[in-house]
Each structure stands twice: as C-alpha cells, then as structure tokens.
C-alpha cells in the first residue's frame, strides 16, 4: 500500500492521509524505531558520534513525524475513524519513548562513548547535546540498580493513572454543577451576550430560564457583572471547590501524587521534585525559580495593597461608609465597575480597526521588516480544508524558500478551540535543503457578507503570539533535529511568541495595519491612550494572582511535608492567601481542579512561574526594539540570528545575553505594568 504516512515529505501530502493509513503505518514505524534503537545498542567496537546520539536522532524520526502529522489531523479535521486510530497508536508509541532511556544496552553505548576521546573533544551543540542526553538518561533512571529502576517505573505508571484522574475528575465535576436562575429580575447586571448564552443552554437542557455552569464563559461574566451578591457567591464558591467530593474527590490524588513525586525525585538523587524538573530549564534550580518569585512579590507587594484599599474605597464611594468589606466574590465585580468609572472606554470600540485580514497580513509585514521573511500564497499545497491557506516562507536576505506555513483560522466543529502553533516538520540531520512547516491555527468568526471578522485586541495580541512561535520554528538553522525552533527549555519557548505581541502596542506599528473596516483610518489617539491605560489597571492584583498560584506550585513541590504541614489543599491555600485581595473561604480548593499541576504527570507542575519568567523576558528584549527601532531590521536579525535561529544549540541564558549583552531584569515589565517608581 502506499502510505503517505511513511514519508517525510515536503509539501506534506495532508489530502492523501486517511484514518486507515494510521495503523499499519505506526505498526512499521515502531518495528523500524525499535530495531533502530536496538541496533545502537548491539554494535560493538569503539562508539562515535554519529552511531551512538546521530542514530538515535535519526531511530525515531519517522515515527515522530508520523505521528505529528496524525496528532495535527486529529486536532484540526478529526473523524471518529481518525481519533479512534490516534488513541490506539499514542500509548504503543509513548511506550517506546519511555523506554528508550531504560535500555540497558543503548545506555551502555551512550556511556561507552561519552568517556571516549572524541566526546570529550566536542564542543558547541553536540557537546550540549551529549551531556544532557547522559543528564535525561539518568534522571530517568539508567543508573539506578535493577530494583530501583523497577520502583522508578511503578512510579510513572501511578503518576500516569492519577494525573489522568485526576483530569477527569475535574472535567466530571465541572460538568456536573450547574445554576438555573428562572426568576430575570435577579439577572440584573450580566450583558446580553452573557444571558443569551445562559438562555441557550438552558433550553439545550428541555429547562426554562437562565444556565450557569463552572465553564469560564459562564462563570466569568457573573463574577465580572452580575449584580446579586448571593448569586455570584454561590457560583464562587462552586467555582473553588471543584473536585472536593466523592465521587470525584481530587485530594486524596493531590496527596498521593506529591509524596509520589517526592520520592521519585530522591530515587534519582535529586533534592525535591522542583530541582529534579528545572534542571534544564532555564532558573536551574528551585531556588532559583523560588528567588525570581519572592523578588517579583516583594516588588508587587507595596502596589496590590494600595489597588485593594482602592477598591475598598471605590465600594463605600458606591454603597456608603457603611459598605462591607470585600468578599472574593466581590472583587471582579467591583473592579469591573472601578475601570468602567475610570476610564469609559469599551473595548468593543476598537474592533473594527481589527478586520482579520488585515491583522494577518499586519503580521506578516512586521515580520518581514524586522526578520526579513516574506510570506507568498502557496496555492498548490495540498490542505486539509478548503478554507486553510498555505504561504511560502521565503528568506528575502538570499532569496532561499525556508518553510511552508498553514493558516487555518476558522472554527469548524471536527477542529479543536483556541489558537496554536504546530510545528509539523523540523529540518533533521543532513536535511539542509530540507524546509519547515508549520500551522498557525485559531478560531476566529468567518466573514459574515463578505465582512471580514472584527477582532478583539486580545485576539490581535494571539494572532502575533502564534506568529511568533511560527517564526522560532521555520527560522529554525540547528543542525540537530532535536535542538531545532521550539525545542527549547519550557521557561524560554514563549519569549519569541510573546515578544511579537508587543507590536500590538505601538502606534508605529499598529498604523501598518490597524485600519478602520470603513473608513481605513488608523486608530484614534485617545483610544489608543484608553487602551494602554487599561494595560496597568489593577496590574499588581493579576500579577499577585498568578505569583499566588507560583508559590502554591513551588511550595507544594519542595518544602511541603505531609507530617508537618498536614492538608495539601490548606497547605496551598495559605500560600495562595497572601496574594489575594479578599480572604479566602475554608472550602477554597483551587489546587483539587488546578490541571496544570496534577493532570499531567508533570505539565506546569515546579513550572507556574514560567509565565512570569518569559514575560520578564519578553519586556525586557523589548527594550531594546525601543532603544533602536521598532521595526530596525538590524536589532530583528540579531534577535532572529541570537535566539531564533539558535534553538537550543546553546544555553538559553547565553543566547539572551549574546541579544541583550546583560542578564534579564525584572525592571522593563514592572514598568510596563505601570508598578515601578
Ligand atoms: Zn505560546
């Protein structure tokens, strides 16, 4: 059978694959992968580079790529044949992953020629390479003596189950509450968006009235508008303790699955789970990541106390001296009603300044100026959907075709929501002819008469960000498969994504493309001033919240200790309750639903932080774009050639520092924040 799913082809065949190509190709790619490795493992003399990393580089690339493309499939025009084909290929696929690091013969190939001459002569990417082949390799275990290994596996095997139920657990239990209000008058407050859609999923259920259910576009708008304090209530305090009761009761699986971390994470020599995950990211170590989050408050600290005493005031300016004080279920609500009052400026104003064609095609020139890369209609390339398009990427500085991108930004119901970044295809070793591709997915509303989707100013700000990702893969030049675009340590892979949403900001930028869907004038200066004041409103506040869930994460995952510390979720409570302007209720359980920490055996787990980290680093390289030109295609090659093009060749403080001359401050996003001086 010819089955394009065992190429590596450039342009993807995506019209040819079927649901029935999956298995009998992953069966051959596994056979080929497993004998592959196996081959590493059984040579014998003196080892090289090339037989021992090189090979195994190469042993599972096939596969990989098989199954990248099938997982985008899946993603983006999934069928019950294909998903059903994807999830009995993904757990025989996983098991050879994961053991590659426990073959006893492979491990003893690698070591054989980490200690030969040759290895210790590298220098540069395959230096880097090599020690944290050898570094994985043995927090994985290929050290430890047999009985070990075995308790190591066991482990895993229990993370993989609970994470799993504990994933399920939260979805069950979000699904399983709902509020239906039948009496209007008490709807008071909520936009009609809001209750159209209440009223909607109310009749989806044969009920009469209004809906609510602990999904965000639900909950959200009554915390944020709702007038009736009873109601917003109830819905907070179901809203935080998610997965608190049987039949889906996550504590018990948060405990378990901290003691099971912890006592990996000694197995293979560690301190705690947070230095056995950060290794080789870029903070190193916990306490690194821990120094970064204390500073970060320490500097929030003075500014958050001074927003809530604010909204205190703005409450009895409202309601009276005698107003009570905030309660959590007050906060949004209040501050909704504290940035209406300062600012009357709607957000709504700007969308048609923001036709998605034009953002698009905004993006694309600010990446042409600044990386020098133009992007051509690519008409001939075979899609998954009629409405998808594809674009050469081409390199205007040697006129070399680099990459071949998709864009596919429709919702359609066999397509997931929100908006991503695919890289489907990375240059391997010996492929320098060979191009990228990759797809930029989104989920905006298809033109309506021939008018194009008027976005809102956050969707902008994703179009860039997934542009950006986009950019870090396809500008990709490491000569390593394993080293290329986006391939990077977790807290530095979204500073090329959220370094493009700064253009989002910028009058000389925004004017490029930031035009009235009428008239085609750019976006008045006062609206533009409302919407950067926004930007700082009750900054300190998100900040303290997402440095709330940081510490909780960080604590949870080194200094928490059952016998002393007793209860998890209080545990994580009391740290999350210095950052929160309201106290928090006994039954606060955020962490029994919190997914990034314990649906995954590892997921954002000792990793919170990172979405401060990377946007430290994303202000802070801004300023220098500030400094010497927006759109100076000078500073744009020198990012493109110190850090995108890089991938992880080298370290990704050192790629900073070769950008910037300098460590990263803290300094450039407080004072983007409005909380500096
Ligand atoms: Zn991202």
């Given amino acids: 059978m010819d089955n394009p799913l065992l190429q590596r082809d450039f342009p993807i065949p995506f019209d040819r694959i079927r649901a029935d190509h999956v298995r009998p190709a992953v069966d ?26 090189g090979a195994l580089e190469r042993a599972t690339e096939r596969l990989e790529h098989a199954m990248r493309v099938i997982g985008h499939l899946e993603q983006v025009a999934t069928t019950p044949e294909l998903r059903e084909a994807y999830n009995e290929a993904q757990p025989r696929v996983s098991e050879l992953m994961a053991g590659i690091p426990l073959d006893e013969p492979l491990w003893r190939a690698i070591e054989r020629y980490a200690g030969s001459d040759e290895a210790r002569a590298l220098t540069g990417p395959k230096a880097r390479l090599l020690r944290k082949t050898v570094a994985e390799f043995k927090r994985r275990g290929a ?70 259910t602990l999904q965000a576009p639900s909950w959200a708008p009554v915390l944020t508008h709702l007038d009736d304090a009873a ?5 907070y305090r179901a809203q935080v303790s998610r997965a608190t009761a049987a039949p889906w009761d996550n504590r018990p699986i948060v405990a378990r699955v901290l ?13 705690d789970f947070a230095d056995l995950v950060l290794e080789e990211r870029m903070a190193r170590t916990a306490a690194r990541a821990r120094a970064f989050v204390d500073d970060l408050f320490a500097r929030t600290e003075a500014f958050f106390a001074r927003e809530t005493a604010e909204l205190q005031a703005f409450r009895r300016e409202l309601e009276g001296p005698g107003a009570p004080p905030l309660a959590p279920w007050d906060v949004a609500y209040y501050a909704e009603k504290l940035r209406q009052a300062r600012y009357r400026f709607d957000e709504e104003q700007l969308r048609p300044y923001f036709a998605f064609e034009r953002v698009l095609a905004g993006a694309f020139e600010i990446a042409r100026r600044i990386y020098g890369v133009r992007f051509e209609p690519w008409p001939e390339a075979p899609v998954w ?56 997915a989104a989920n905006v509303t298809p033109p309506v008469g021939g008018k194009d989707a008027a976005l809102a100013h956050a969707d902008v700000e994703t179009v860039f960000h997934e542009l950006g990702h986009l950019m870090h893969h396809c500008l990709s ?46 976006i008045p200066e006062a609206m533009l ?51 929160s302007p309201a106290p ?85 996003l407080l004072e983007r924040l409005g909380l500096s001086g």
């Avoid at 609970?162 to 939260?170: E, G, M, Y």
């Avoid at 960080?554 to 950052?579: C, K, N, Q």
Wanted: with cysteine; aromatic share 10%; proline share 5%.
């Fill in 28 to 53: 051959a790619l596994l056979a080929e992968s497993r004998a592959a490795v196996d081959a590493i493992g059984a040579a014998s003399g003196p080892r090289t580079f090339d037989d021992t990393l």
């Fill in 143 to 212: 050290d430890l003596p047999p009985a070990e290994k075995k308790r190591l596996a066991a482990i895993d095997v229990e993370l993989a189950t609970l994470t799993l139920k504990f994933a399920q657990n939260t979805l069950d239990s979000t699904n399983a509450w709902e509020l239906v209000i039948d009496d209007e008058p008490r709807l008071r407050g909520l936009p009609d968006s809001a209750r159209a859609a209440a009223r909607e999923s109310a009749a989806k259920k044969g009920k009469a009235g209004w809906r609510f």
């Fill in 231 to 235: 109601i917003r209530e109830q819905v």
């Fill in 259 to 271: 003691a099971l971390r912890a006592e990996k994470a000694r197995l293979v020599g560690y301190r």
């Fill in 385 to 440: 959907h009629e409405s998808v398009r594809a674009f050469k990427v081409v390199d205007e500085r040697e006129g070399a075709w680099i990459a071949g991108i998709y864009v596919d930004p429709y919702p359609r119901e066999e397509k997931h929501g929100g908006a991503w970044m695919d890289g489907i295809l990375a240059r391997g070793q010996g492929e320098a002819d060979r191009r990228h591709a990759g797809v930029l």
């Fill in 477 to 522: 030049r490491a000569a390593l498969r394993s080293q290329a675009g986006t391939r990077v340590a977790w807290d530095f892979v979204e500073l090329p994504s959220q370094i493009l949403e700064n253009w989002c900001w910028e009058r000389e930028s925004l004017d490029l493309f930031a035009r009235h869907e009428d008239g085609g004038e750019a």
């Fill in 529 to 579: 001033d409302a919407l950067r004041r926004s930007r700082t409103f009750r900054a300190a506040s998100a900040q303290m919240r997402q440095l709330g869930f940081a510490l909780a994460d960080l604590s949870l995952h080194t200094e928490y200790d059952p016998a002393r510390d007793g209860d998890p979720v209080a545990f994580a409570r009391r740290a999350m309750e210095r950052t």
């Fill in 584 to 668: 928090l209720p006994p039954e606060h359980a955020m962490i029994a639903s919190f997914d990034h920490l314990f649906a995954d055996p590892v997921g954002y787990a000792a990793g919170y932080y990172s979405y401060k980290w990377a946007e430290v680093l994303d202000a802070d390289t801004f300023t220098r774009f500030r400094r010497e030109g927006l759109l100076s295609p000078a500073v744009g090659m020198a990012f493109r050639r110190e850090v995108l093009e890089r991938g992880d060749e080298d370290d990704p403080a050192e790629l900073f520092r070769r950008f910037m001359g300098r460590d990263p401050e803290l300094g450039p």
